[in-house]
């Protein structure tokens, strides 16, 4: 069982940033392939960012392509979302998750609120 633990959201101006953590606690963090979901209210839950285990490829959706960026940290099994040039449309809780052809692994989701 991997347990992933969201933090770094929060409310912030448009055209602001943040970066949102994902700490795994899975010592084979590293075979995982992680990524970031968002769910706005009223909305169903969708793809932001992903981050393969093996190449460290990424993958964006549209809507954040060129101001979002996934990173990741096996040493500190850790992935990072890196938002820049946050958008009304930004607001939502994201949420992380690993996984791999066995398992698929969710967080909590931690809140952000972009105001303008």
């Known amino acids: 069982q991997v347990q992933l633990v969201e933090s770094g959201g929060g409310l912030v101006q448009a055209g602001g940033s943040l970066r949102l953590s994902c700490a795994a606690s899975?010592?084979?963090?590293?075979?995982?392939?992680m990524g970031w979901f968002r769910q706005a209210p009223g909305k169903e839950r969708e793809f932001v960012a992903r981050?393969?285990?093996?190449?460290?490829?990424?993958y964006y959706a549209d809507s954040v392509k060129g101001r979002f960026t996934i990173s990741r940290d096996n040493a500190k099994n850790t992935v990072y979302l890196q938002m820049n040039t946050l958008t009304l449309a930004d607001t939502a809780v994201y949420y992380c998750?690993?996984?791999?052809?066995?398992?698929?692994?969710w967080g909590q989701g931690t809140q952000v609120t972009v105001s303008s």
């Open positions: 998750d690993a996984e791999n052809s066995d398992h698929h692994y």
């Open positions: 899975e010592r084979t963090f590293r075979l995982y392939n």
């Open positions: 981050i393969s285990w093996s190449t460290s490829n990424t």
